[in-house]
């Protein structure tokens, strides 16, 4: 049995380790690897893109370039969202003025209508230190 103790304790210390690198690799940003946070927000006419209303856009800081999850919760009228993407983003809108934010960049693409759509999103983000809605559209 005392044969077999060192060989198992340097098993349970790379294994450790093992756990620690793959955590940072997860948030190799600077976030702990546990850290997920979710949030909903609301898009409305204020985010409309294009003139024609058919695009919606928006930037959420976050913090973090990890993984997203984002799904539809509601939208008004029913079926005015046409398609969504949420993804991983860097915002550099002004980079002379030293912006630089992590986040989440969302664009709505829809259906034309004739009443002005309120499009609700849940979005997930590993690592995200807070999530902040932002003025920011690309």
């Known amino acids: 049995m005392s044969r077999f103790l060192p060989p198992a304790v340097a098993l349970l210390l790379l ?9 940072s690799e997860v948030c190799a940003d600077g976030g702990s690897g546990a850290a ?18 058919e695009e919606m856009r928006t930037f959420v800081d976050t913090g973090s370039l990890g993984a997203v999850d984002a799904s ?14 949420a993804v991983p983003a860097r915002s550099r809108l002004s980079p002379h003025f030293g912006e630089d934010l992590k986040g989440i960049r969302v664009m709505v693409s829809l259906y034309k209508s004739r009443i002005s759509p309120v499009v609700r999103l849940r979005l997930q983000q590993d690592c995200a230190k807070y999530l902040r809605n932002t003025f920011l559209y690309y």
């Open 15 to 23: 294994s450790a380790g093992a756990r620690s690198a793959v955590a």
């Open 36 to 53: 997920v946070r979710s949030a909903e927000i609301t898009l409305t006419a204020a985010d409309f893109f294009d003139p024609d209303g």
């Open 72 to 85: 539809l919760v509601s939208a008004r009228p029913r079926d005015v969202v046409r398609s969504f993407t």
